[in-house]
């Protein structure tokens, strides 16, 4: 948009995003880069979990009850072969850090791609074809947007879990979580993407199209989708790091992800029946990893918007 | 103004509406309801027969008009797992519920307030930054963690404050209140403390951000210029006018509270409206998890309502048109 035309189509891809406004103000922000370094460590320590990990949680042969509840390896009676001590039943605490994370991250980027879609599609078709669609659309939104989004995934989890038979619930509990968590969060995508839709639908280029004779389909994915993904991208961004605490808040209440194949907030779940008798560290150090990465994904959304806004420039 | 309460009596009823359709759904479709209530050795004309009795024979319409019917009455059938009317069930865990948002509102507010206010009049103080800057660690800790790092500090590591439970309750009629007793008192700091956590964040903010706005009105700066004492100008004439906005997000963030009390109220065990969901989606407990359900919304209805209401009365622009 603010590349000259002129040599537009010499410059590779990479050179128009080191060259725009985004990419300065990313880079000169301390804030944002270390939010962004915390953000893809994370993200690759959960693509890479299989191979970094010291231990495989989920294979029994390489658990022995006779290690379990051993503190971090720097305390009095620690073993320095689990850097971070080992849970009730002997599993290493940082490679089921690693494999929780791992499914945090996942069920957190499946929930908010599944919201955006559904509320970014629903929100283009509302805001370019109006009429009773668009009220009957919005009119759901301005609903569930009353009852807040952690309300609405326990519930839509809760119901959604009692329909299943009892034999699959742990089984189907991941898909069961990221569809209620993406179906609790699709009104906020709705909205901001009709919003756009109404500002771009006006514009000439739309009318051209329409003029030239493209069909409302062809107009609306290759025309207006494109021009409205900016103010999605940060919604998405922020809703990343509200998925992830919605999966951790529904692991621990116990109506999420199975201790099986544990996630952060699973984790957290298990560590907490331990902080009475004080192994503090089967809690504290998933807590903090969730913790941690919320916040860098939050600081890096604050930062998005802001950079995105041009009022703010 | 009546068309205006009308429209809007009519959406909430709208709400309650497809609310009570999905509720009821998930009462009839969800499993066998007979299954629950006879035996393994019950025949098929036993169960014909029980089916009738109930009316899961009727036409779909027909059996939709008796369950409204039945909810308008406070009638939700009978617990599966506890075996006892949902009404009285949860009637005796609303107390609970209720007791805890109220001490939670009044913490979120008696603090969020009056910091607001600091943060937004002094803005560059040494406070204000540490305030804003715990506040923004305070927006990012799910709920749960907050309280398990409080039941950690003060229930385990310092001992000084129970963990669980209400304490002791003195009944009065129906209400159990723990009000009354040292213990009851005790026992509701932390789980109010946690629940308050993050509307007393939103409203510091929200107060701080419309204090920062109205300070640089003419108003102000006249009722300076008149030589009026800061403490008035800043709590009389600036807050008075912050207050509008605050109201209305203060009344929406009640229904937040009651969300988010089902997060608390597992964490500490506390025996309110929430914890007995959460048992219930655990048990697949249908008729409380529908009457939950209608409650919830129920809820959220009211309080919109009298928010829009609220608003309504409160900015007189919004009359000339109806009020959209």
């Known amino acids: ?313 | 103004m009546l068309a205006f309460v009308l429209r809007r009596l009519l959406q909430a009823l709208g709400v309650m509406a497809i609310v009570s359709f999905i509720s009821f759904s998930l009462f009839n479709y969800v499993g066998d309801p007979v299954d629950n209530m006879v035996g393994q050795e019950a025949t098929m004309e036993d169960r014909l027969r029980i089916r009738q009795e109930l009316g899961l024979e009727d036409p779909f319409v027909l059996q939709y008009v008796r369950f409204v019917g039945n909810a308008l009455q406070g009638e939700f059938g009978i617990s599966y797992r506890i075996k006892r009317p949902v009404a009285a069930v949860i009637l005796e865990r609303i107390p609970a519920t209720l007791e805890l948002v109220f001490v939670s509102a009044i913490i979120a507010l008696g603090l969020g307030i009056p910091l607001g206010v600091l943060t937004g009049i002094k803005r560059d103080s040494f406070v204000s930054k540490a305030v804003l800057t715990v506040s923004l660690v305070g927006v990012s800790l799910p709920t749960f963690i907050i309280g398990i790092g409080l039941i950690y500090l003060f229930a385990v590591y310092l001992g000084w404050l129970p963990s669980s439970g209400r304490g002791g309750v003195v009944q009065f009629g129906w209400w159990k209140t723990s009000f009354l007793t040292v213990d009851g008192w005790r026992s509701i700091v932390l789980p109010a403390l946690t629940l308050s956590l993050f509307q007393l964040t939103m409203i510091l903010r929200l107060v701080r951000a419309e204090m920062l706005e109205v300070m640089l009105t003419d108003y102000i700066k006249f009722s300076r210029a008149r030589g009026l004492p800061e403490r008035i100008i800043n709590f009389s004439h600036a807050l008075r006018n912050t207050l509008v906005p605050v109201i209305t997000i203060v009344g929406i963030n009640i229904g937040g509270l009651i969300a988010f009390s089902v997060i608390t109220e597992t964490v500490f065990q506390w025996p309110g409206t929430g914890l007995m969901f959460i048992q219930a989606v655990d048990f697949v407990d249908i008729p409380i998890m529908a009457a939950y359900l209608c409650f919830v919304a129920l809820v959220f209805v009211t309080i919109n309502f009298i928010v829009d209401i609220a608003y309504f009365m409160i900015d007189p622009r919004l009359r000339n048109d109806g009020g959209h």
């Open chain 1, 1 to 313: 948009m603010s590349v000259p035309s002129s040599d537009s189509e010499t410059q590779t891809w990479w050179q128009r995003i080191a060259d725009s406004d985004v990419f300065y103000s990313f880079t000169h922000s301390p804030l944002a880069l270390a939010a962004a370094a915390v953000t893809v460590v994370f993200v690759l320590a959960a693509l890479c979990a299989p191979l970094i990990a010291p231990f495989d949680p989920f294979d029994p042969s390489q658990i022995s009850l006779w290690d379990g509840k051993k503190p971090p390896a720097w305390e009095a009676d620690g073993d320095p072969a689990y850097l971070l001590g080992t849970d009730n039943q002997g599993r290493d605490m940082l490679s089921t850090i690693l494999y929780g994370g791992r499914i945090s991250l996942a069920v957190g980027f499946a929930s908010v791609a599944l919201g955006m879609v559904l509320g970014v599609g629903l929100g283009v078709i509302s805001g370019y074809l109006g009429g009773w669609f668009d009220a009957v659309i919005m009119r759901l939104a301005d609903v569930q947007l009353t009852i807040p989004g952690i309300l609405t995934a326990i519930l839509i989890n809760g119901i959604l879990r009692s329909v299943l038979p009892p034999e699959l619930r742990d089984e189907l509990a991941i898909y069961v979580v990221i569809l209620a968590i993406g179906l609790s969060d699709w009104p906020q995508f709705a909205r901001v993407a009709r919003g756009a839709t109404l500002v771009e639908a006006q514009r000439e280029y739309v009318q051209a199209a329409r003029v030239i004779g493209l069909g409302p389909v062809t107009i609306m994915l290759r025309h207006i989708l494109p021009n409205v993904m900016r103010p999605v991208l940060v919604l998405a961004t922020i809703g990343l790091a509200l998925a992830v605490i919605a999966e951790a808040t529904l692991s621990f209440l116990g109506q999420g992800v199975p201790p099986t194949t544990p996630s952060l907030g699973t984790l957290i779940r298990v560590g907490n029946e331990y902080l009475f008798s004080g192994l503090w560290w089967i809690t504290l150090f998933p807590a903090l990893a969730l913790v941690i990465l919320v916040l860098a994904v939050n600081l890096l959304g604050d930062w998005l918007r802001d950079a995105l806004n041009p009022k703010l420039r």
